[in-house]
C-alpha cells in the first residue's frame, strides 16, 4: 500500500501543486468582484444583497477547490468518508480536535484575559462604593451580556458574514479559507513532495495573495499614500502569514480541520493579542506566562496520536502518520 500511495503521489508534481494553489488563491479573490465585473451585474441595492452575492461568490469558489485538488490528488477510493479524509473533515476524535487547539491558542491570549479580569475589578469596586449588590448586579449583567451576543449574532448578516467570506477589518472568514487555504492546498503541497515544514511556511504565502488587492483598495479607492498603504497591508500580511503557518501546523499534525478552524474562528472573536496595558504591569507578565506555556504545550497538545488510530491508512497527504 505505501508502494502504491508513492507510485500514485509521484504524479503530483511540485510545480502542479504550487500552481493549483497559486490558481485557487487568485480564483479565491478574483470571484468576489466577478458579479459586476464579469456578469456585469448591476450594483447590489442593499447591504443585504451585497452579502447574499459575497456568500455566493464564497461557496462557489470553496467548491471549485475542493473539485480542482480531488481531481489533482492521489486519491484511490472515492466513497465520501474517505474524501472527506483527506480534507481533514472527520467526526472520529472530534471532542479532542475542539478541545486541545482551543486550549492551546487560548494562551496566546493570556494578556487580553487578564486585562478584561482587570476591567472587571474595577468595575466592581466602583458598583461597590454606590452601595450595590455585586453578586446579583454580575450574575444579571453577565446572563444579558450572553443573550445579547446570541441574539445579535444570529440575526445579523455582518455576523455570518465574518464566518463565510472576508471581513471588512481584514480578519479572516474561518469556513471559506481554512477549506480553500488549507483543506485543499495542503493535501497539494504534501503530495508534491515538499516537506513538512516547508508547507508549514509555504501554504501562509498563497494565504497572502489572497489579501493583495487590499493595496490598490487603500492605494486608489481610500487615497491612502503609497507608503502608508504598504504599511497597513504589510503589517496584515505578517500577521496573515504568521496565523497561517499556525493554521497549517494544527491541520498537519492533528490530520483535522476543525483544528484550524475552530482556532480562527476564536481568534476573529478575540482580535489581536493584548500584550500591554498602561494601567498594569500584570498584563504583560501574563502575557509572557501565556507565551511560554504555549511554547511548552505546542507539541503535547498536538500529538498525532490523540486525534488518530494508529491503525489509520493515510497516504500521502497524511503527513501525521509519520509526525511523531
Known sequence: MEREDADAAAGVTKLKAVSACIGMAVFYVAILYSPTLILRLPPPNSYTSFLTRRFICAAVSSIVSLIVSSLILPITGWEASSLLRVYGIRMDHIWQSLVYPLLLTSFMYSGSFALKFLSMLQTSREYLDSGGNLSVACV????????????????????????FVKRRDWKNAP????????????????????????????CPVFFSLAHMNHLLEFYLQRNYSLLKACQVVGFQLVYTVIFGAYASFLLIRTGHLTAPLIAHIFCNFMGLPVIHSGRSGMVSLVFVIGVVSFSKLLFPLTTPRLYNHEGDNCSCCHRYCSWS
Open 175 to 202: 469556513i471559506t479559507e481554512e477549506l480553500v487555504f488549507r483543506a485543499c492546498m495542503i493535501p497539494l503541497l504534501l503530495c508534491g513532495g515538499f516537506s513538512t515544514y516547508t508547507v508549514i511556511f509555504l
Open 140 to 163: 444579571k449583567s453577565i446572563s444579558l451580556m450572553i443573550v445579547d451576543w446570541v441574539v445579535s449574532t444570529a440575526s445579523c448578516m455582518s455576523s455570518w458574514r465574518n464566518y
